[in-house]
């Protein structure tokens, strides 16, 4: 069975269950599945999470289906109570979550509770994930309604979660020692807090959610306020912090970068009201 077809068969199974509500896939529709190397995760809301027997009963017609289940690899929080399935070496993962606690925390992450990244996870990517949700089943439009409170994409949130990243960019007394000692692994160690910070400044005063730092080049393309050449800006920042020959001049030229951000930001603070990716 081709894994198109075992993921519909998949939807129309969990939608059986009365407990689900509504059913979306975050990703493009129509990327090309490549094993070991695509995924499928399906997000799936519902008045009380079924549990793991009547997961395994919905599950119970496809059991020729798939090569291989594995339960609960998630057992709550933010990524729910996840199931995976191998299907011609890709996985499809329905993560299942009651309502209440997925609008509970994406209120929370828009009242600008949760600016700060917690380990790998980005709270406001979890609003770009929703934002961009394809909803494949739901009840009572469960899902469309949590899609639209986040596609109001709130002004003080954006305002807040710039601040945070833009005054949080450059670390001077690192960055001094950088310069003063030309220490290349520990310059990696300071350019990547201070990219990922800048990152998320800049999207934040383009009114766009920071998804990951996946699809960069293209994200930063479409945003209409940002620095003159900023892409390559930014790979001229990485590449010449590769060699103690130039790691001055990339410090100089991350800082330069982020002062003309800093200056859109706060200077164009109506980009924060009006602009939208």
């Known amino acids: 069975m081709k894994t198109e077809e075992f993921k519909q068969r998949l939807i129309q199974e969990i939608a059986k269950c009365e407990k689900v509500k509504g059913i979306g896939q975050t990703g493009d529709l129509k990327a090309p599945l490549i094993p070991n ?14 549990t793991k027997e009547e997961r395994l009963e919905l599950y119970a017609s496809l059991k020729d289906a798939y090569s291989r289940l594995d339960m609960e690899v998630a057992n709550g929080g933010i990524w729910g109570y996840g ?19 997925m609008e509970g925390y994406l209120d929370e992450v828009l009242a600008g509770k949760h600016i700060e990244k917690e380990g790998r996870f980005y709270p406001i990517g979890r609003l770009a994930s929703i934002e961009s949700l394809h909803i494949l089943y739901e009840e009572e439009q469960a899902w469309t309604r949590i899609q639209e409170k986040v596609k109001a994409h ?25 310069v003063l000692r030309k220490e290349v692994l520990f310059y990696h160690q300071v350019l990547e807090e201070a990219l990922d910070r800048l990152l998320q400044a800049l999207y934040a005063v383009n009114n766009c959610y920071f998804p990951s730092r996946k699809r960069t080049e293209k994200a930063i393309a479409s945003f209409d306020i940002k620095p003159d050449n900023c892409y390559e800006r930014l790979l001229t920042i990485i590449k010449n912090a590769t060699s103690a020959d130039t790691i001055e001049e990339s410090v100089k030229e991350l800082r ?6 800093k200056l859109l930001g706060d200077e164009g603070k109506l980009s924060i009201d009006e602009v939208s990716c």
């Not at 190397?37 to 079924?50: G, K, M, R, Y």
């Not at 003080?156 to 960055?175: G, H, K, P, R, S």
């Not at 330069?256 to 951000?261: F, K, L, N, P, V």
């Open 83 to 101: 199931d995976i399935f191998i299907c011609n070496e890709i996985d499809v993962m329905p993560m299942y979550y009651t309502i209440d606690e």
């Open 256 to 261: 330069a970068i982020t002062a003309e951000i």
């Open 37 to 50: 190397q695509s995924d499928i995760d399906l997000f799936v809301i519902c008045s009380t999470v079924p």
């Open 154 to 178: 709130p002004k003080t949130l954006f305002q807040a979660w710039y601040q945070n990243n833009i005054n949080q960019v450059l670390d001077e007394e690192d960055l001094s020692r950088v």
